[in-house]
């Protein structure tokens, strides 16, 4: 094992976690938030409006949903940057092995994460059209999708890698130094990575009891996933590929990612989608833990270079 382990080398000091924290998620944000802001002023002072209901509905305000996705985006690409170096220079950790403890990205991880995922969202979203087609409203439009399609296969697995990498990935191994327990680094920042999205417009419109524990399964699942396979390369692929996926094929009034999606859904039931998010999120945990021979018993050793 060398995931978790890596943090076991004198530069876990807690100090610097809360500079990377601040300086490269918030300072990222605040920084790659930069364009989007001057957008909104410009758009507002030429009579535009903030869609109360949707705050990350820039349709509104004379945005064309692509560009509103882009500069929505951009932040976190800003975020990611600013993390990489950040650990670079504070911790000596390259991004490599922030991301498994090596020296070599095993990017055919990260592909399987993809295909396996990708498989299963379009048995479900194939298998839910089938069953309630008068809930999908068709409303393809090339132009637009071509677009689409670049900004989010371009900028969106940048936008999961972001997040892969400063929950499962740099707060995983700094948790495993601190406490050398591995199921803290899976439930501590599973949670927080639930709480992340805590102001996304699904809490909103749902409530937080209903809304909130899809984050958090995905949190948990991406956690004992990284913990299991000794490195974050699945769960990059599979956060990469949900939310190409989400944006690509379907869109909801009250969705974070407002798209020209192939699809739109006229009503959303959050039970529902928590059910059917446990029962892919069981299968895919099946078939990787299966191909890849894990050991559960890993979850109960010590963090430990011994």
Request: hydrophobic share 55%.
């Amino acid at each position: 094992m060398k995931f978790l382990e890596r943090a076991l080398d004198g530069q876990n000091q807690f100090w610097k976690y809360v500079i990377v924290f601040l300086g490269g998620f918030l300072g990222g944000q605040i920084v790659g938030a930069i364009p989007l802001g001057i957008v909104i002023v410009l758009k507002t002072m030429a009579g535009g409006v903030i869609n109360p209901e949707n705050v990350m509905d820039f349709t509104a305000l004379g945005l064309s949903k692509n560009l509103g996705l882009f500069l929505m985006l951009l932040p976190t690409v800003v975020s990611l940057i600013f993390t990489i170096l950040l650990i670079k220079s504070l911790h000596r950790r390259t991004f490599a092995e922030t991301v498994n403890g090596r020296k070599k990205i095993r990017f055919n991880r990260f592909f399987m994460g993809v295909l396996v995922w990708g498989i299963l969202m379009a048995i479900y979203l194939i298998g839910d059209y089938w069953a309630n087609p008068q809930n999908y409203v068709l409303q393809f439009d090339w132009k637009a999708f071509i677009p689409l399609l670049l900004i989010s296969v371009l900028f969106i697995p940048l936008q999961t890698t972001s997040e892969e990498l400063l929950f499962r990935g740099y707060l995983a191994q700094g948790i495993a130094g601190w406490t050398k327990n591995r199921w803290l680094a899976v439930l501590i920042p599973g949670l927080l990575f639930g709480l992340l999205h805590i102001s996304n417009p699904e809490v909103k419109e749902f409530g937080f009891w209903l809304a909130m524990p899809q984050y958090v399964f995905f949190g948990l699942l991406f956690g004992l996933i990284a913990v299991l396979d000794d490195g974050i390369e699945l769960p990059m692929g599979m956060h990469a590929i949900n939310n190409v996926f989400l944006s690509l094929f379907t869109t909801h009034s009250a969705s974070a990612l407002q798209t020209d999606a192939v699809f739109e859904i006229k009503s959303l039931d959050p039970a529902k989608d928590l059910v059917s998010l446990i029962i892919i999120g069981i299968a895919c945990f099946a078939y990787f833990s299966v191909k890849y021979k894990w050991d559960i018993r890993v979850l109960n050793k010590k963090v430990t270079n011994d």
